[in-house]
């Protein structure tokens, strides 16, 4: 019957969030990313295009919607080379579109909430550890978690630097690393005469070459760890859903982990809250699986046992409970780091920048001394510590803390050094990562 129709949509208001902690962004490899669809704001010449997200419907206003893969394009006359090329770069750039939807997609099913930028980088060799600085320095310092979904991880090092230099710089932020398990040659083979039907069916030839460094046998290897002291910004995400329709739409992107639902998983945990919490972050992926192309559930215990040993981030399953979830919120810091979780990284980060926040506006202020020894006033002492208390006294209230003490040596000769010495002792929420119960039979109780 004749009508009018409404189709409700979803995300078009966005509730703000009382911080910025969801404040997140991804960082992506895109062949010809200057003519990706919609306006983006070219950050660095040539080398960096950035938008930002508040709800998913902002793809579509972009004029950024799902694209089928063509494999096979049929002409009235042969193609040339440069018709080829054309073929070849549209199947990647379609590809590379329904990878960002499926990312963003992921992101704000897992927190609604959330704000997302997206920075795309030329197809290039990899995503460098600059592009990084250029998009925190472009939201102001805003950025607290960013995913880059790049070929290869042979700019760790570099990554982790930058992200000390921008912690020296009051941006701090973590960062979470997905290479691919596969690498993709796509390639078109002009057809040399024309079919039946007269016309020419021209086909890609699509070569899928494993990496071998993104293997089970290579990921579990000790010996093959990227953990190392001082990574405590950096994580490398292996997990991924492997369900085959999804797979079909992603084309060359199909062998990238759920950078997408990791990021929406931390944008929506609280600082302190680990990324494996069952109750809260369940998954929702298809067929949850590796990189490297295997599912989870064909993974031996013994084998996640050694890829978790080695900080890498998956999905595993659960006996006695549906869904998927992490196994775990590493960073590549070592083990015996304070820092080796990414929810302590982030719960110390927004410690310092709430302290700073609250001390920055007395920077240059002058300070009372005791006239007698040249040393702190105790009403001097008293305030700074109530000061710099505050951002903390806000995360005990939320949870975020177990607890904290600020310290200031009224001893201390400011008059001889300018210098106000501040020493903060915070104890950190706690996870459960374990549980050990003792169960038996007894003939009574009591």
């Not at 039946?196 to 021209?202: F, R």
């Not at 997408?260 to 680990?274: F, P």
């Amino acid at each position: 019957m004749n009508d009018i129709r409404f189709t409700k949509t979803n995300g078009g208001i966005p509730r703000p969030t009382a911080n910025e902690d969801p404040i997140s962004a991804l960082l992506m490899v895109f062949p010809d990313a200057e003519n990706c669809p919609g306006e983006w704001t070219e950050v660095v010449a040539d080398s960096l295009f950035v938008a930002k997200f508040q709800y998913l419907e902002q793809l579509r206003e972009l004029g950024i919607e799902e694209r089928q893969l063509a494999t096979t394009k049929v002409t009235s006359s042969q193609m040339d080379s440069d018709d080829a090329d054309d073929f070849e770069l549209e199947y990647e750039q379609d590809s590379a579109i329904n990878a960002l939807i499926y990312h963003v997609s992921e992101f704000f099913r897992m927190n609604p909430n959330g704000t997302l930028y997206v920075g795309l980088v030329p197809d290039t060799a990899d995503v460098t550890a600059a592009s990084i600085t250029a998009l925190q320095n472009y939201t102001d310092g805003k950025i607290r978690q960013v995913g880059i979904l790049t070929p290869a991880l042979t700019n760790l090092a570099g990554y982790q630097s930058e992200a000390g230099t921008l912690e020296s710089n009051h941006k701090p932020l973590s960062i979470v690393i997905v290479p691919t398990g596969f690498t993709f040659s796509v390639s078109c083979t002009p057809a040399s005469s024309a079919g039946t039907d007269g016309k020419y069916h021209n086909t890609l030839d699509i070569t899928k070459t494993a990496v071998n460094d993104m293997k089970v046998s290579s990921l579990k290897d000790v010996a093959n760890t990227k953990v190392a002291g001082g990574r405590a910004n950096v994580s490398v995400l292996i997990g991924t859903d492997l369900d085959e329709t999804l797979g079909a739409k992603l084309g060359t992107y199909k062998s990238y982990g759920c950078i997408g639902t990791c990021l929406g998983a931390i944008s929506k945990a609280a600082v302190n809250e680990c990324i494996a919490w069952v109750q809260k972050f369940s998954l929702g992926l298809t067929k949850p699986g590796l990189i490297s192309g295997e599912a989870i559930n064909t993974v031996s215990e013994a084998n996640q046992n050694d890829l978790n040993a080695n900080h890498l981030i998956f999905a595993r399953l659960h006996v006695g409970i549906t869904d998927c979830y992490f196994n775990d919120s590493w960073t590549l810091d070592l083990d015996t780091s304070d820092y080796c979780y990414i929810e302590r990284v982030r719960t110390i980060d927004k410690a310092c920048r709430g302290v700073r926040a609250n001390l920055l506006p007395y920077l240059n202020a002058p300070l009372r001394v005791d006239a007698e020894t040249g040393k702190l006033a105790q009403s001097t002492v008293a305030f700074l510590q109530a000061t710099a208390s505050r951002a903390l006294d806000d995360m005990e209230k939320t949870d975020e803390l177990s607890g904290y003490v600020v310290e200031i040596d009224p001893e201390q000769n400011v008059l001889a050094t300018s210098t106000l010495q501040v020493v903060i002792r915070q104890v950190p929420m706690g996870v459960m990562r374990n549980v050990s119960i003792k169960i038996g039979f007894t003939t009574a109780i009591g």
